[in-house]
T-cell receptor
Framework: EAQVTQNPRYLITVTGKKLTVTCSQN?????MSWYRQDPGLGLRQIYY???????DKGDVPEGYKVSRKEKRNFPLILESPSPNQTSLYFC????????????FGQGTRLTVV | GENVEQHPSTLSVQEGDSAVIKCTYS??????FPWYKQELGKRPQLIID?????GEKKDQRIAVTLNKTAKHFSLHITETQPEDSAVYFC?????????FGTGTRLKVLA
């Protein structure tokens, strides 16, 4: 089954404790991206990757890191989480360049206390 | 920076009526305009998309129109049904970067 898988689904952590949210897709998509969803603000792109080893900043990259060492995986790293990073996070993948349907993961609800 | 404005933020219609959601984008390089539907507690899913070389696209009860000159695109849902109730997001994609609108909560009243 074609899918994008994120883990964990829910995470509560403390300020400053490094964490990683994993994202994996099995559709051989080149384009992957991370979004955060906050009430009234819609979906905002954090980082995107056009292909392996090629990443770039989206609209809200501050406080986040990503890596793309393999085509299928695109982890999101929060080196020192803060309460303002409490949000619902989505990973998504799509074909070349992103100009086709984006398939979203199930979402990760992160709470930083 | 680039942005996408989406209106209205909430929309209530009677079952069977039509619903229209409008978006305006700022980046002239945008050339792909998808619409996503997000049901409560679920992930966004594509319902229709349009590319910059097309003015209109229709899929059963759903249609999207694009006016590149005005940098404006709209979602039209006809004969609305209760299962159309959800949050709808427009988006614009230029050079690899996705910009989403802030969403429209559509309620279809039975």
């Amino acid at each position: 089954e074609a899918q994008v898988t994120q883990n964990p689904r829910y995470l509560i952590t403390v300020t400053g404790k490094k964490l990683t949210v994993t994202c994996s897709q099995n559709m051989n998509h080149e384009y992957m991206s991370w979004y955060r969803q906050d009430p009234g603000l819609g979906l905002r792109q954090i980082y995107y990757s056009m292909n392996v080893e090629v990443t770039d900043k989206g609209d809200v990259p501050e406080g986040y890191k990503v890596s793309r060492k393999e085509k299928r995986n695109f982890p999101l790293i929060l080196e020192s989480p803060s309460p303002n990073q409490t949000s619902l996070y989505f990973c998504a993948s799509s074909q070349t360049g992103g100009w086709t349907e984006a398939f979203f993961g199930q979402g990760t609800r992160l709470t930083v206390v | 920076g680039e942005n996408v404005e989406q209106h209205p933020s909430t929309l209530s219609v009677q079952e069977g009526d039509s619903a229209v959601i409008k978006c305006t984008y700022s980046d002239s390089a945008s050339n792909y305009f998808p619409w996503y539907k997000q049901e409560l507690g679920k992930r966004p899913q594509l319902i229709i998309d349009i590319r910059s070389n097309v003015g209109e696209k229709k899929d059963q009860r759903i249609a999207v129109t694009l006016n590149k000159t005005a940098k404006h695109f709209s979602l039209h849902i006809t004969e609305t049904q209760p299962e159309d109730s959800a949050v709808y997001f427009c988006a614009a994609l230029g050079t690899y970067k996705y910009i989403f609108g802030t969403g429209t909560r559509l309620k279809v009243l039975a």
